[in-house]
C-alpha cells in the first residue's frame, strides 16, 4: 500500500500555547456527529468547547447529553437551549460555531438571528444548505478545494456520500478520462439517517437485511456531487446516477463508481495516477492492487481508503472507497476545516489509524 506522510502533530499542550484557542458553540450536539465533534475535539488544544445547544437536553448535566464522555477528564458545559446563544455571544463566550442540525434547519436560525450570527467570526455548517456557495460558504472537501478555503470564515462541510464519491473519482476527473456519465452505489451505516427515531432504521426493521433508498436521482447528495464533479471537469461534467443502500451497521460508508474512459486505461496506469494524486494527503490511503476497501479498517478514523482499477479491456474505470461518515464524512472533516480556517496542522488532533474491532 502507499503510505502518504502525516505530517507530525505537535505534544499535547505545545501548539495550544503558542496559538489561540478556538472557543466554540455546537449547536445541536445531541446529535450522532454533534457528539462526534465533541469526543473529537476534547483532544485538541486549540479548541475549546464553551457552549453545547440541545433544545431536548437544555439545563441537563451535560453527561447525560454524552454518556460517552468522562467528565473527570474534560469538563463540559451544561447544555442550553437555542434561545440562550444570543446573550452568550454577545457576552464572549464563543467565537466559532459548529451547526449540527437537519437540513433547512440552520438556514432558518441565521435568518431569524442575522443580528448576530452574521458577527460570528468562524462557522462551520454540517447541512446541506449552503454547500452550493450560497451566502458566502465555501466547500470544505480540503483534498478537493483546499485553495478555495484560504480566508473563509463561512465553510460548508461536505456531505459523507459526496466526500467518498468525490475522492474516489477526483483523479480520474483532474485528468479528463472520463468519457460519459457516472454510476454511483454506496453501503451506509445507520447513523448517517440521524439520531432521530424512524421506522425504517430501527432495529427489528433493519436487522438482517439492506434496503435502497432514494436511487436514481433523488438523492439530496446527487446535486452536490455534480456540482463537485463540474468543479473538477468543467469542460465536460458528468451526470450522476446514484443508489444508495441502507445497512445494519452503525457507522461508515462503502462506494463503487464507474463511468466509461475517453480511451483505454490499464489497471496500473490508473492506479498509478491515484497514487501520485494522493501521494501529499495523508488522510487518503491508495490500496495495493487487489486489496478492497473496509469500512472496518477506517472506523473511528478521518481517513479514506480507495481502489481503483479499470475494466473491460480498460475502457471503464472502477473506483472504491470506505470512509466513517461521523468523521471523514462529518466531524473529523469539519475539525479538519477549522484546523486549516486557523492555519494549524491539518492534521492536528485528528485519528488517521481505524479502529476495526
Not at 478555495?148 to 474516489?168: D, E, F, H, V, W
Not at 438523492?219 to 444508495?244: C, D, I, Q, Y
Request: proline share 8%.
Amino acid at each position: 500500500m502507499s503510505a502518504p506522510a502525516i505530517p507530525a502533530v505537535a505534544p499535547a499542550g505545545r501548539e495550544g500555547s503558542a496559538r489561540r484557542v478556538a472557543r466554540v458553540a455546537v449547536l445541536g450536539a445531541s446529535g450522532y456527529s454533534g457528539q462526534e465533534f465533541v469526543r473529537l475535539a476534547l483532544g485538541h488544544d486549540g479548541v475549546r468547547i464553551a457552549v453545547l445547544v440541545s433544545r431536548e437536553h437544555a439545563g441537563r448535566p451535560a453527561a447525560e447529553l454524552m454518556p460517552g464522555m468522562d467528565p473527570r477528564a474534560a469538563a463540559l458545559p451544561a447544555p442550553v437551549a437555542p434561545a440562550a446563544l444570543a446573550a452568550l455571544f454577545e457576552r464572549g463566550a464563543f467565537d466559532t460555531m459548529i451547526t449540527c442540525l437537519p437540513h433547512g434547519a440552520w438556514r432558518v436560525f441565521a435568518t431569524e438571528n442575522a443580528s448576530w450570527v452574521g458577527r460570528i467570526e468562524r462557522v462551520i455548517d454540517f447541512s446541506g444548505d449552503h454547500r452550493d456557495g450560497s451566502s458566502g460558504y465555501a466547500y470544505g472537501l480540503p483534498e478537493a478545494f483546499r485553495a478555495s478555503l484560504a480566508g473563509a470564515s463561512r465553510i460548508a462541510n461536505p456531505g459523507c456520500y459526496p466526500t467518498a464519491a468525490t475522492l474516489a473519482l477526483l483523479p480520474a476527473l483532474e485528468r479528463g478520462w472520463l468519457a460519459g456519465d457516472v454510476s454511483v452505489t454506496a453501503l451506509s451505516g445507520v447513523s448517517g439517517a440521524g439520531r432521530a427515531p424512524a421506522l425504517r432504521t430501527s432495529f427489528v426493521e433493519l436487522d438482517g437485511g439492506a434496503a435502497i433508498y432514494n436511487a436514481g436521482e433523488e438523492h439530496a447528495h446527487v446535486p452536490e456531487m455534480v456540482r463537485n464533479f463540474a468543479r473538477l471537469a468543467p469542460a465536460a461534467t458528468p451526470a450522476v446516477a446514484f443508489v444508495p443502500h441502507l445497512t445494519p451497521m452503525a457507522r461508515g460508508i462503502l462506494l463503487t463508481a464507474t463511468a466509461p474512459l475517453n480511451s483505454p486505461v490499464p489497471p496500473a496506469e490508473a492506479r498509478a495516477a491515484y497514487v501520485e494524486r494522493y501521494a501529499d494527503e495523508g488522510f487518503v490511503r491508495v490500496l495495493d492492487p487487489g486489496v478492497w476497501p473496509e469500512t472496518r479498517a477506517v472506523r473511528n478514523s478521518n481517513r479514506c481508503d480507495l481502489t481503483v482499477t479499470t475494466v473491460h479491456g480498460g475502457r471503464t474505470l472502477l473506483a472504491t472507497a470506505a470512509i466513517d461518515n461521523l468523521v471523514k464524512g462529518a466531524a473529523g472533516q469539519a475539525i479538519q476545516n477549522l484546523n486549516l480556517l486557523l492555519g494549524w496542522p491539518e492534521h492536528w488532533a485528528l485519528p488517521v489509524h481505524g479502529n476495526p474491532w
